[in-house]
């Protein structure tokens, strides 16, 4: 559809319902796409078998004779590729799921919204006409080529993979930092991996996950009656580890008691039971990670300065994604290519729109965070490639996402952004209730979520007579207005309405 010149796309409409067609055929035939017209599901069938195919079908899911779902599997069955919505008055949980397994792109319910129509129409055509787009693509790596499992190219991680080669031939041990999701879980199996100790066990302990009062069990084992429920004697990781490697994950999250007995551990290589007094010698390298600032700790003393010092030998500390924004593709291809290989992905491609999405998110999870979207994406992409429609809305631009409280908050600490609502009367309330919301962030409570939020704004809103979603209304184009920096098309498209829509809701304001 970027050519100009091109011909017009045709959409074939398939019902059984004259008036139906009719007035389908009048809305589209008013954006000039070419409509033409089958009166039963065989008839629509034989039509997109014999050609030429249309660029979009619409099918009705009631039908006398062969029935819209059953028409959709022939016509899918004849071109995998052919774009169908289907139109249905019956919006049943059954048949919009039996719709998107046969592979519909969408579908819509009857009485239709004409301008919802022309925007389906117009999305389908767009999502069309970007796999096409994407026909050629080539991955930008070959997933054999990194059994080892950590992707990247940037400098920050090729100096990540040299300092893992420099500690595998000795004991010593490292301390892995870095946000979460940056792969330290993975560049300790990695140092393990290639270490001398390879066949020797590799136990993760997350210390975050066990209760202070079970970790020293956990780690030591106890031996019978030295507590309640110690009701037989237990081996802890580290006896069970012998000769191998302990990952002492989260380890800013260990009690100061256990992190004394860790000291030990790498002082003099022994452990005691809880409970026991025999001394056991054991073998066991460690590795440790942690996303919290241990020198900060260790100022407010919640972390033992010679055990920092212990474990501090060697450091590795992980790029976040944003600092190695270029091995973005690199891991997406990754991630779908391990997805197809495990049968929980058909789609191994990404739209360069869609890659420079992802490539322009700043991934506050980092990797984990990019792995799931793309799982998540590749789940409900329909055609051969993710889309940007097929990206989580988060993803897709902070503007078409509802804010987060976080978000809502930090603009309320300035007064600018509530000028349009405070000239309306009684619309201090807001302001006022998003500086409350503000306050509390502030006070560090627990994360809010959007639905919190949005029952106190509510509650707040509610009292000044039921004009909530107005304001809510007006605050949002406002916004929405100012981040496309007055373009009412922009503007519009953020919100998910026509141009038109917009003009007309701006008047209305
Ligand atoms: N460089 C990379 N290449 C490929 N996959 C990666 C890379 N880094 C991380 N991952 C993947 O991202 C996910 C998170 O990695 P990992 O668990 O090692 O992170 P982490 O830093 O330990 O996170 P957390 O602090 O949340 O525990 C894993 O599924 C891992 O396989
Ligand atoms: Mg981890």
């Known amino acids: 559809m970027s050519d100009p010149s091109a011909q017009p796309p045709t959409i074939l409409v398939i019902d059984d319902d004259t008036e139906i067609r009719y007035s389908l055929s009048r809305v589209l035939t008013s954006r000039n796409y070419r409509v033409t017209e089958a009166a039963s599901g065989e008839q629509g069938v034989a039509m997109v078998k014999k050609g030429p195919v249309p660029d979009l079908v619409f099918l009705d899911v009631r039908m006398g004779g062969m029935g ?76 054999d080529d990194y059994r080892e499992g950590i992707v990247g190219s940037a400098p920050v991680m090729q100096d990540v993979f040299k300092i893992i080669g420099q500690v595998t031939a000795s004991d010593v041990t490292v301390m892995i930092t870095g946000e979460s999701g940056t792969g330290k879980e993975l560049v300790a199996r990695s140092i393990w991996k290639h270490s001398h100790r390879a066949a020797r066990p590799f ?37 069970l ?14 009690a100061l008691a256990t992190q004394t007995k860790i000291l030990r551990v790498l002082q003099a290589g022994e452990i005691q039971r809880v409970g026991g007094t025999e001394t056991i010698k054991v073998d066991v390298r460690i590795l440790a990670a ?33 600092e190695r924004g270029g091995d973005i ?8 290519q391990n997805l197809v290989k495990a049968r929980k992905a058909r789609v191994a491609k990404v739209s360069p729109e869609a890659m420079a999405v992802l490539t322009r998110h700043t991934w506050p999870g980092n990797v984990r965070e990019l792995e799931n979207v793309i799982y998540r994406s590749a789940v409900i ?38 000028d349009a609502v405070r000239t309306a009367n009684a619309e201090n309330v807001a302001l006022a209730s998003a500086r409350v ?61 026509t141009k038109a829509a917009l003009q007309k809701k701006l008047k209305e304001h």
Do not use: W
Request: hydrophobic share 45%; net charge negative; charged share 25%.
């Open 68 to 143: 819209g779902i059953e028409a959709l599997q022939h016509i899918r069955a004849a071109n995998p590729k052919q774009l169908v919505v289907l139109m249905t008055a019956f919006g049943t949980a059954q048949t919009a799921i039996e719709a998107m397994k046969y592979g519909a792109f969408d579908y819509v319910m009857k009485p239709f919204d004409p301008a919802k129509v022309l925007a389906l129409a117009a999305n389908a055509l767009k999502a069309h006409a970007d796999l096409r787009a994407v026909g050629d693509y080539k991955p930008t790596i070959n997933a």
């Open 437 to 497: 919301t503000a306050e509390r962030v502030a006070a560090g409570e627990p994360a809010l979520t959007v639905e919190r939020a949005l029952d106190f704004l509510h509650a707040e809103l509610a009292r000044d007579g039921g004009r909530i979603l107005p304001q809510l209304e007006r605050e949002l184009i406002r916004r929405a207005l100012a981040t496309a920096a007055g373009d009412v098309g922009v503007a519009a498209k953020q919100l998910g309405l």
């Open 203 to 239: 136990i993760a302990v997350n210390c975050a996950a066990i209760p202070d009062n079970l970790i020293e069990s956990e780690l030591f084992g106890h031996e019978k009656g030295s507590f309640t429920g110690a009701t037989a004697q237990r081996l802890g990781k580290f006896e």
């Open 241 to 254: 580890c012998d000769g191998g490697t302990i990952f002492l994950d989260e380890i800013g999250d260990m």
């Open 381 to 418: 992409a329909q055609g051969a490639a993710i889309l940007v429609k097929d990206l989580p809305a988060e993803i897709r631009g902070a503007t078409n996402v509802e804010p987060t409280v976080g978000a809502l908050a930090l603009t309320a600490t300035s007064d600018a952004p509530f």
């Open 329 to 336: 593709p690199q891991i997406v291809d990754f991630c779908l």
């Open 290 to 322: 942690t996303n919290k600032d241990l020198e900060e700790m260790v100022k407010a003393k919640t972390f033992r300065e010679d055990l920092y010092y212990r474990l501090n030998v060697v450091r590795i500390k992980m790029p976040t994604l944003r």
